[in-house]
């Protein structure tokens, strides 16, 4: 018995036109469900759509204790139900030990004209306070920096500071660590500007030592004892530091105890050597001075006669030399000693200015002699006349007794011989005899009666190489009194230089040797 196709899917129930209608309803459903929320919130009013702002609540006291930690982690809040911050550990007992280490994280600034140095460093504090002691591990574990306000702490300071910050950035920069014995370390990054009495007497050849100092403020040794960690190696940091003018050397720290009027103090200290760096100062201060001398000395190689010349060259180096000596005061604080780079400025003003009043004297010297020369002059210019006209008469009566007789010198020559030796005699405080020879002269040519055939031509050489000598004696005394002028600078030119040499070599033998 065969079956038709159709009745078997009539047996079925699912003919092919209702399979593809379901079909397309199941798509078309799920299409529907997966764009319900998009179109649900595309049509949300706009009226109840709200906002809420983000406002966080503080943190509960018992936070912590809602926190997993592990077993052996100290309960804090139990352990300060009974604890009295205003009282140290050991109260009633012996004295507390604190000790200290410290690393210098740099030194910014050193001032003498303040002096003081800023020192930045990472102070920690050791101390026992069994009060806090836990049991369950042997490691240390690390606080909260907050925590130090619920917990006696020692009360340093530093009694040498003129101002002192603890830093804050993003956090206050403190350590709190706690041991299971109750050991704490405590530190803090804080910054200070310390005072350094500097002793400035060899600056800037000068070493010097500055300190930072810690001390109990209100504890007695009854109550605390202060000791450094490790001694000298309680303080690191100064061995690397880059200090501008200065190189930073050994250090060392001491233990002390200070006494006021309230009793006696635990103090320690740390101690570095600082040892300037000359080269700044040496071209700031040194070379520029030097170099203003020697500018100074050109002046001795300009003519006299230039005034504007020498005398504005003289004013600049004296103002140039008076600013360096401003500056180096106003670098340095105002004390009552001389300093060694005031003696090397003031030696330089000192030949700076001597060489300006060498150009004053042979100024003044040189006017003094072109007045004395004027006036003497004109004296002997006068004389000279009368001479003259005095020997013109005596000549021509010589002429007339004797006409055709030879002078041995001419009229010119007389006159001058004459006033020559009075300008030589004047000159040198002595009489240069001449009369002996003219007397002869003019008894040679009126004693005879208009004959001077007596008197030999050898002797009349002889006389004319007198007369000769003399004038030429009197020429060169006169050209040297006219060039004494000049001689001031020609000496200045090796005095000046010699002279500066000298004391610069000594001055740096004598600084130097005091280093």
């Known amino acids: 018995m065969t079956r038709d196709p159709s009745s078997v899917l009539s047996v079925s129930g699912y003919p092919h036109e209702h399979i593809m209608a379901s079909t397309d309803a199941s798509v078309l459903f799920l299409l529907l469900c997966f764009l319900y929320p998009y179109t649900s919130f595309q049509f949300t009013p706009v009226a ?5 702002e983000w406002n966080p609540q503080p943190i509960p006291n018992n936070y912590l204790a809602t926190l997993y930690t592990p077993s052996w982690v100290p309960n804090m809040k139990k352990k300060l139900v009974n604890y009295n911050r205003n009282l140290r550990p050991g109260f009633g007992g012996p004295p507390l030990l604190v000790k200290m280490s410290l690393d210098v994280v740099s030194i910014d600034h050193i001032s003498a004209v303040d002096l003081d140095f800023t020192i930045c460093i990472l ?8 009060r806090l002691a836990f049991t369950g591990t042997n490691e240390s574990i690390s606080l909260d920096g907050r ?3 619920y917990l006696w702490v020692p009360d340093t300071f530093f009694p040498n500071s003129k101002f002192s910050f603890l830093h804050n950035v993003t956090m206050a920069n403190r350590l709190l660590r706690l041991w299971p014995d109750g050991s704490i370390v405590y530190g803090q990054r804080v910054t200070v500007i310390a005072e350094c009495n500097m002793d400035l007497r060899k600056y800037p050849l000068d070493k010097q030592n500055c300190s ?3 001390e109990s403020y209100g504890y007695t040794t009854d109550d605390m004892i202060y000791k450094w960690l490790k001694g000298d190696d309680s303080v690191r940091g100064l061995q690397n ?5 200065f190189r930073v050397k050994n250090h060392r720290t001491k233990e002390m105890i200070v006494t006021y009027e309230t009793g006696a103090y635990p103090h320690v200290a740390f101690s570095f050597r600082l040892t300037r760096e000359v080269a700044y100062i040496f071209l700031q201060m040194y070379v520029p001075s030097t170099l203003l001398v020697m500018i100074s000395w050109v002046s001795f190689w300009i003519n006299k006669d230039s005034p504007p010349a020498r005398v504005s060259l003289g004013i600049t180096t004296v103002l140039a030399q008076t600013t360096f000596v401003t500056s180096a005061r106003a670098s340095l604080p105002k004390i009552s000693y001389i300093k060694a780079v005031d003696v090397y400025l003031l030696m330089c003003f000192f030949f700076v200015f001597a060489a300006l009043g060498e150009y004053a004297i042979v100024s003044f010297e040189s006017t003094r002699r072109k007045r004395k020369a004027a006036k003497k002059e004109k004296e002997i210019q006068t004389q000279r006349e009368r001479e003259i006209a005095q020997r013109a008469a005596f000549v021509d009566q010589i002429f007339q ?13 007389l006159a001058r011989s004459t006033w020559l030796t ?4 004047a000159y040198a405080n002595k009489e240069l005899q001449m009369t002996s020879t003219e007397p002869e002269e003019e008894q040679s040519w009126s ?4 004959s001077s055939s007596g008197i030999s031509e050898e002797t009349k050489a002889r006389r004319m190489a007198r007369i000769r000598a003399k004038v030429a004696r009197i020429q060169k005394v006169s050209l040297h009194d006219i060039e004494d002028v000049d001689n001031i600078d020609r000496y200045s030119r090796i005095i000046f230089p010699s002279t500066f040499v000298f004391c610069a070599v000594l001055y740096w033998t004598v600084y130097l040797l005091k280093m």
Do not use: F, I
């Open 48 to 52: 109840n759509y709200t906002t809420t």
């Open 123 to 130: 102070l920690r504090q050791y101390w026992k306070d069994e």
């Open 147 to 149: 925590l130090v306000e």
């Open 212 to 214: 930072l100092h810690l």
């Open 241 to 245: 530091l880059q200090v501008a003018q």
């Open 401 to 413: 007794v004797h006409p055709d007789e030879k002078l041995p010198v001419s009229v010119e020559l």
């Open 422 to 425: 009075k300008q030589a005699s």
């Open 447 to 450: 004693t005879k009666e208009g």
